[in-house]
């Protein structure tokens, strides 16, 4: 007795639909018919089936706030540091958490289960830590949550940001972080790279870092990086976040630098909801969109997974726990429109978060993780597209979350002639 299929799942890399069986947390058999009993059966009608969502870039304890305690006026990313930092004396463990897994649910509920989350430390109290730890440990059963100890004021900026990451680190958070263009000069931004790297080869932890994420094309600490993942042994581990400043670059430099993100084994996560936003807004016209750039990168065969950054924040008053919205943004933004960038784009939000993240290949195969989400498309190119639905999220062989399909339902006058009342389904477009 099995213990769930999925039957006509459409994989995303499949042509013909096939059943996948699950035994416990794992997938056990996937073929084109499995005659055999389950406890459950979801009928996935020919809708693809594909791995969960991965967010590898977003900022939990700065989630849901929008409006604390005033809105972003510019809405440039300078403003939103300083707004934030009004808001940070009033957070409180309780708050933050209540927040945080207000999000979790939205996140469960859009497939999405999988997040790194930049965690504040340039606060004495650390309450932001305090919570999110406790969140991680709420929502271990359910999502992957991983914490990145960020010094959001500057490692050497900032006061006491130093001791507070590594206090934060003793307490369990899991990733190094920083911010080197926010520190006084791009010599201290240097030095910063430098000592959080060395801080992460002691610890043996992973490097995650807001890089560049800057219009100016002098901002290069992304070239640090590069070196000193390379100089510390530290490739496969290390993600350059941002790193909207390769935009505005000299062509030749970037030429040089690219190659040497690739041979660093660096993951790259732009955040195109917030680079396209929060970037360009010092420009009259033309104005920069301010991506990196996500084409020569995936060229150079560097990871380049996109993250969603913020959802109703100091810096961002929109979002939706949606990677399909982001990878959406994502085409339109670096711009890439062919099938296979587009097909890319959707892998992106997938396989190219958890490599991102230093998470097993959650690939849907024989053996793997039976975690999977049932989605109202036909293929990934359609997902993005619509942004489709999550008909059924399931995780370790467990069914977290279902929604209904999207149907309109469209009176006489507005069909096509003599047919009556008929259903359009709003992902694919198709009156039934
Ligand atoms: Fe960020």
Redesign the pocket.
Known sequence: MLDLIVRAARLPEGKQPVDIAVRGDRIVEIAPRIEAAATREIDAGGHLVSPPFVDP?F?MDATLSLGLPRLNRSGTLLEGIALWGELKPMLTVEAVMERALHYCDLAVSQGLLAIRS?VDVCDDRLTATEALIEVRRRVAPYIDLQLVAFPQDGLFRSANAEANLLRALDMGVDVVGGIPHFERTMQAGTDSVRRLCEIAAERGLPVDL?CDESDDPMSRHIETLAAETTRLGLQGRVVG??CTSMHSMDNYYASKLIPLIAEAGLHIVP?PLINITLQGRSDTYPRRRGLTRVAELRAAGVNVAFGQ?CTMDPWYPLGSADMLEVAHMGIHAVPMTSREAMAWAFRSVTLGGAAAMGLPDPSLRVGGPASLVVLQARDPIEAVRMRATRLFVVRDGRVLAETAPRLARLAPARTARNAGPRRLCTDCRRLT
Request: proline share 0%; glycine share 0%.
């Open positions: 870039h900022h930049h807001h976040s941002h955040n950054d």
